[in-house]
């Protein structure tokens, strides 16, 4: 799908059509501004799973990639690594782990971005210098590095109208993945990404209100049930979910909104043992 420029009106009309879907609020846009065809591109993201049997060529790849890499980093300490996943093989290792998407192997590139803290202990120790910080923020810094990069990767891929889909089941069995990619000491997943040219437009998911997401200064008390139950509402009407989850255990309800589908889903133990895989890995988490 190409991505032919915007007139600014045009964005502006783009940006204000999509952040009405996703926030159910009407958004002044000053026409003046430059760059509106980016934030149109942006305000309408929706992840993909469908993709056209097209490649994606590796000069492009490494194209976004060092897109990707340009992200701010922490300290510039530059600890997010990107893994090119080629290899059919592997990736099949991968997806063994995680039947129930088979978007991933059907995306014409997965990624997986890694948080790398393996080369700040390295650096110290070429330089003869003692390693005291090595607690909960160094794995934070890294896992959150590998985040932003993810995140302006996608926004690279899609600025040129390919379409992605992280995939954070990558961690449900770590340590298949972390053997998989012959991951190193202090190297962990933060998350896959499959990427492809888009099968179909996709659709735009609405987001909790800014009322609830949005925080001017501090919180103090704030009631948050109305908004949710508004947001509730809001997204059963525009995007309903297909199904209800683990119907077995809990019935079938007869608004089945966000707040009820995210509920059952944090009502069943997932990943409880990845904090022992990045501690295994090295990290400390203290
Ligand atoms: C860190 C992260 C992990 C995700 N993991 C998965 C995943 O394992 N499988 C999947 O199909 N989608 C995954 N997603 C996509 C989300 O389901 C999606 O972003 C969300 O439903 C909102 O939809 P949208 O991206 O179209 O706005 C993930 C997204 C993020 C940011």
Known sequence: MAVAPMANDEAANAIRTALFERFGERFAIDPKLT??????????????????????????????????????????????????????????????????????????????????????????????????????????????????????????????????????????????????????????PVAGLCVGWPAQTGEITPRLSLETTLIENGYGDRDITGGIDAYDRRRAELRPYRRQRNVDRWGEVPLYGWSEDKARQYAEPTRTDFGRFVRGKGFCLD
């Open 35 to 188: 760059g509106l065809d980016g934030l149109a591109a942006i305000a309408g993201h929706r992840s993909h799973r469908r993709y056209a049997p097209r490649a994606i060529e590796p000069e492009l790849v490494r194209l976004l990639c060092a897109c990707a890499l340009s992200a701010p980093s922490k300290s510039d300490l530059q600890q997010a690594d990107i893994i090119v996943v080629g290899d059919a093989a592997v990736r099949a290792a991968i997806v063994a782990t995680i039947p129930d998407m088979p978007w991933i192997m059907d995306a014409p590139l997965f990624l997986v971005f890694a948080a790398n803290g393996a080369r700040l202990p390295l650096v110290c120790k070429q330089h003869g210098k003692p390693f005291p910080n090595d607690h909960l923020d160094q794995f934070f810094n890294a896992a959150v590095d590998a985040g932003i990069v993810m995140a302006t990767f996608i926004h690279a891929a899609e600025a040129i109208g390919l379409g992605c889909c992280p995939i954070s089941a990558i961690r449900d069995r770590p340590q298949v993945v972390g053997d998989a990619l012959r991951l190193p000491s202090r190297v962990i």
